[in-house]
């Protein structure tokens, strides 16, 4: 089961947020299984009875039913997929009226299911704790920020904290509980002095002061660099610029 783990997570998160519902594809399935959905190869079914939850594998991934995981669509044998080859026409009765025979559906063909443009939200608020409950409540999604990203996350399940990332340059909003915009979000790493220069990291951060200065961190050395005279670090294109044109840190002073 806690293979699968990582099948849920790309359901609250990559197409956060999107209402619990009760799916078709779970008739006689058991709780907390996946199985292919009807729509698509790409996509799978968390059943949990009302709490059912639909997701997506990667791109160029199909939902193997067999294992229950994302794998690469060449070895994937999908349903959605297979062409019936044609069949013999049926004899002309010798009657000269022309009798149509409707032709009868595979029992494993699924129903067909109307398109909707409608998008169900998630009226379940998520809860950002500091850290991770050892049992669930399935009336809450929980959610940790991350000490050393900006961008990354937790989510937890039945005691245990999975990383997340958000994509596109956004923030994780602690206040929200959602990926956003860096300009919305009050993460407190944008800090220079929250800075931590870990071994694993080659990073650049602004100097608190001086518009004129931003540290450079390499493998868990952090070194005071300078820009050319007349130059200053710029916060957003993380180089320096021309001093007049450079958005310096807050308050830092430019030389």
Request: with cysteine; aromatic share 12%; proline share 8%.
């Amino acid at each position: 089961m806690f293979k699968n783990l990582i099948y849920l997570c790309l359901v609250l998160l990559s197409s956060w947020p999107i209402n619990a519902d009760h799916f078709d594809e779970c008739d006689g399935a058991e709780d907390e299984t996946f199985v292919q959905s009807w729509e698509s190869c790409q996509s799978y079914v968390y059943c949990q009875g009302e709490d059912s939850l639909k997701g997506d594998c990667g791109d160029g991934e199909y939902f193997d039913a067999e294992t229950g995981e994302c794998d690469v669509a060449a070895n994937v044998q999908c349903f959605l997929d297979e062409v019936d080859e044609p069949t013999e026409p049926e004899p002309e009765p010798e009657e000269e009226e022309e009798v149509i025979i409707p032709a009868t559906p595979k029992p494993t063909d699924p129903p067909i299911l109307e398109p909707t443009n409608e998008v169900d939200i998630l009226n379940i608020a998520p809860v950002v704790k500091p850290n991770c409950p050892f049992s669930d409540d399935p009336s809450q999604v929980i959610l940790m920020a991350s000490n050393e990203s900006c961008t990354n996350y937790y989510l937890c399940y039945h005691g245990h904290a999975m990383e997340m990332h958000c994509t596109n340059q956004l923030y994780f909003n602690s206040l929200t509980g959602q990926c956003d915009y860096p300009e919305k979000v009050q993460c407190a790493l944008e800090d220079p002095r929250s800075h931590k220069c870990l071994p694993h990291m080659t990073e650049f951060f602004p100097h608190p002061d001086n518009c004129n200065y931003f540290y450079y961190c390499i493998k868990g050395f952090l070194t005071l660099q300078q820009c050319p005279f007349y130059y200053g670090w710029d916060i957003e294109r993380r180089s320096c610029v021309q001093i007049s044109v450079a958005k310096c840190y807050g308050n830092s002073r430019r030389l």
